[in-house]
């Protein structure tokens, strides 16, 4: 039955059918895909749930401040002292700055303040340093609910403006941030493309050792990935799913080298059968037909693994789930579709040099992976032992892993004008007063709100309460960076004191309980959707494999590499890299891709492994399933690591971090547990593996001189 379906997909006619509808699927998804960086939303207040309090703050700030004003600070900073000159030039820049297009109105009672001809001057927005070297001017912009796209060109009207000979410029604050955001991620849908197809290429010619073989994985995963993102669109355009610079990179990745692993089996099994058949029709109908359900099963695992995130509460986490999904449910359908019909339109030439001819023998046998068979066999118990001691000690590394979140300097490879603008402000005594903890309370009990707030330790002195429609807002400037553990415990001393006043209500927002209520989210996530996951990876493979031991044992070996890769990384991250933390959502990410991807290669095993053994049994169907599928493992692995580690071309540390710990973990899957750690598993139990199904009754032993007796048979 599957083979008629598969052979029906790759029919002399029906090839042709299928290219025709996947031409016109990316011509009309291109259009779309195109203006996906237009829907992103990279403003981390709208990533946290509605009950974050932080977010229920904002609800209640509207009669007070305009949820879109965007606080921006000019820096200026010269060494040796500003002259009177440039006080007199910052100033008539002040006045300059009030007609650049977005500059928000003064309204009475709503912070924060504006810069504007009329109020400049009399409310004090300049302020210069004790030493007299820095000066900073503070803006407020508002372009509606899409003003952070338009930062980046704000930031670069202002730096003309206040260019003076001599001084130094940043633009800092929330909108200097956004704009170093905008810049972080510029060009993703281009760079980091072009980036992962590069290397995808230069894996593809060195696996295929085909000049021209590459082209069609590499088409059919272009057509996936415009499809995709064509189809995110209409969701995120219609439907609120929140897509972002981070969502937009992983799914580039995502689709690109889960494709291309998909395409590496199926290309390996065609290869096989084309040896087996001379018709290549016929052989493609039965390469689909052993090769599709592995890939069915790994692609549902990974769908299923990202939409568990939409459990997490964090928007922008649960926001990546359908997002993923769709990338790869997508990937799938054109690796099972679109790539065999190109590869029977071509035919066999399109393997040149290396034609697989019909009756010419297949090299897998003599291989490196027969080599490790031949290795493991007399000790397959001591191997398995060995391997799994490694890798727990490796997991030790995990003590060095710091997830308190990163503060804004922190949180790039490299340094942004806004970060600079931040370090010059804070180095000179002057503090960012755009950085402030929001309060809300009920009207009657302002007074009593503001005084508990008075003599915190971290917040400055609270400017008079603010009435409007029975509530009162209360506002105190933070004296340290809005993401870094100081600014956290002020917020929180700040929320213990104001929830203290009976009657009050009191809710705290701002940019530093924003972040703050972001990593407490991160934390409740990592603790709920880690073994939601787990179960669900459980659950398929029990289905695949018709059996409880065998499933046990590949997520045990799957979460033990997680932990080896998380600990080695973070062992490279704190002495190699130097980054100072990680963010709180990375062991979630790390876990997911690790986890979802990485059983893969033991669900491409394993499969293979089952259908061996109804003829040749447990031990003797492991080997040739290790020598028959290693090679075409071991190159997806390192294609996955490869493209996972071009997220570290983008200047994010979070990023930077997932693709060092993906391609590792992937690299440990396909190198040593997959091959070594799983392999040993199955010669050590034999038959007992499949229990309680009775598949191998038999249970044979297998010596190292069967090995080379081992024919890959069907």
């Keep these: 039955m599957h083979r008629q379906i598969a052979g029906r997909l790759t029919g002399r006619?029906?090839?042709?059918?299928?290219?025709?509808?996947?031409?016109?699927?990316?011509?009309?998804?291109?259009?779309?895909?195109a203006k996906l960086t237009d829907v992103q939303n990279n403003e981390a207040s709208s990533w946290l749930p509605g009950s974050a309090e932080s977010t229920r703050a904002l609800e209640k700030l509207g009669p007070f401040q305009d949820p879109n004003?965007?606080?921006?600070?000019?820096?200026?900073?010269?060494?040796?002292?500003?002259t009177d000159a440039d006080l007199a030039a910052i100033e008539e820049q002040a006045t300059e700055f009030a007609g650049i297009e977005g500059i928000?109105?003064?309204?009475?009672?709503?912070?924060?303040?504006?810069?504007?001809?009329?109020?400049?001057?009399?409310?004090?927005?300049?302020?210069?340093?004790?030493?007299?070297?820095?000066?900073?001017?503070?803006?407020?912009?508002?372009?509606?609910?899409?003003?952070?796209?338009?930062?980046?060109?704000?930031?670069?009207?202002l730096r003309d403006i206040a260019d003076m000979d001599g001084v130094d410029v940043y633009i800092a604050g929330a909108g200097g941030q956004a704009a170093d955001a905008a810049e972080a991620f510029g060009g993703i849908d281009t760079t980091l493309l072009f980036a992962t197809l590069g290397v995808v290429i230069f894996i593809l010619l060195f696996t295929y050792r085909s000049p021209i073989l590459w082209i069609l994985p590499i088409m059919s995963a272009g057509v996936a990935l415009f499809v995709s993102q064509g189809i995110i669109y209409g969701l995120a355009k219609n439907f609120d799913l929140t897509v972002n610079g981070q969502s937009q990179a992983i799914l580039t990745i995502l689709v690109i080298g889960a494709g291309t692993d998909y395409a590496l089996l199926l290309v390996a099994r065609y290869r096989e059968e084309l040896r087996r058949h001379e018709d290549r029709h016929e052989a493609m109908a039965f390469a689909l037909h052993r090769a599709a359900p592995a890939i069915l099963a790994s692609a549902a695992t990974v769908v299923l693994g990202m939409l568990c995130l939409l459990f997490a509460d964090m928007n922008s986490t649960a926001g990546l789930g359908p997002v993923a999904a769709i990338g790869i449910g997508v990937t799938f359908l054109v690796m099972v579709t679109l790539l065999p019909a190109l590869l029977v339109i071509t035919g066999r030439w399109i393997f040149w040099p290396r034609r697989p001819d019909f009756g010419s023998p297949e090299p897998t046998q003599a291989g490196v992976w027969a080599r490790v068979g031949r290795w493991i066999v007399p000790k397959p118990r001591a191997v398995w032992v060995v391997t799994s001691v490694l890798l727990a000690?490796?997991?030790?590394?995990?003590?060095?892993?710091?997830?308190?979140?990163?503060?804004?300097?922190?949180t790039y490879t490299k340094e942004f004008q806004s970060i600079t603008g931040q370090k010059v402000l804070v180095d000179h005594g002057l503090v960012d007063q755009s950085n402030t903890v929001m309060v809300v309370a009920n009207a009657d009990r302002a007074d009593q709100v503001a005084e508990a707030m008075t003599g915190l330790e971290g917040v400055e002195a609270p400017k008079p309460p603010v009435l409007a429609e029975e509530v009162s807002f209360v506002e105190a400037t933070?004296?340290?960076?809005?993401?870094?553990?100081?600014?956290?415990?002020?917020?929180?001393?700040?929320?213990?004191?104001?929830h203290a006043v009976d009657g009050a209500d009191a809710l705290v927002g701002g940019g530093s309980a924003f972040y703050l209520d972001t990593k407490d989210a991160a934390n409740r996530d990592n603790k709920v959707i880690i073994p939601i996951i787990l179960v669900m990876v459980f659950l398929i493979l029990m289905l695949l494999l018709r059996s409880l031991l065998s499933p046990l044992l590949l997520v045990a070996t799957v979460v033990l590499s997680f932990g080896a890769a998380l600990g080695i990384s973070s062992l490279l991250f704190e002495y190699v890299f130097g980054f100072a933390g990680s963010d709180p959502g990375f062991p979630l990410f790390a876990f997911v891709f690790l986890v979802a991807l990485g059983i893969d290669y033991n669900i491409f095993l394993m499969t293979r492994v089952r259908e061996e053994t109804i003829n040749l049994g447990t031990r003797k169907g492991s080997l040739v399933a290790l020598m028959s599928t290693g090679g075409v493992i071991t190159s997806a692995g390192l294609v996955l690591a490869a493209t996972f580690l071009v997220l570290g071309t983008i200047p994010v540390v979070f990023l930077a971090q997932l693709g060092v710990a993906v391609a590792l973990g992937v690299l440990l899957d396909t190198m040593i547990v997959r091959s070594v750690l799983v392999t040993a598993l199955n010669l050590d139990l034999g038959g007992k593996i499949w229990w309680p199904s009775k598949l191998d009754r038999a249970n044979e032993q297998v010596e190292a001189e069967d090995v080379d007796e081992l024919e890959i048979v069907h």
């Design 393 to 410: 000690i490796a997991c030790l590394g995990l003590l060095r892993l710091d997830t308190n979140g990163l503060s804004t300097e922190d």
């Design 69 to 82: 004003a965007i606080p921006t600070l000019v820096v200026y900073e010269r060494e040796g002292g500003l």
């Design 104 to 157: 928000a109105e003064a309204v009475e009672g709503r912070t924060p303040p504006v810069v504007s001809p009329a109020t400049a001057e009399q409310l004090g927005f300049t302020a210069v340093s004790e030493d007299g070297e820095v000066a900073q001017t503070q803006l407020t912009f508002n372009f509606g609910a899409d003003g952070w796209e338009a930062l980046p060109d704000v930031a670069d009207e």
């Design 13 to 33: 006619v029906t090839k042709w059918i299928v290219l025709a509808f996947w031409i016109i699927a990316m011509v009309v998804a291109s259009g779309f895909a």
């Design 478 to 498: 933070i004296d340290s960076d809005p993401s870094s553990p100081a600014a956290f415990a002020t917020v929180e001393r700040v929320r213990d004191a104001v």
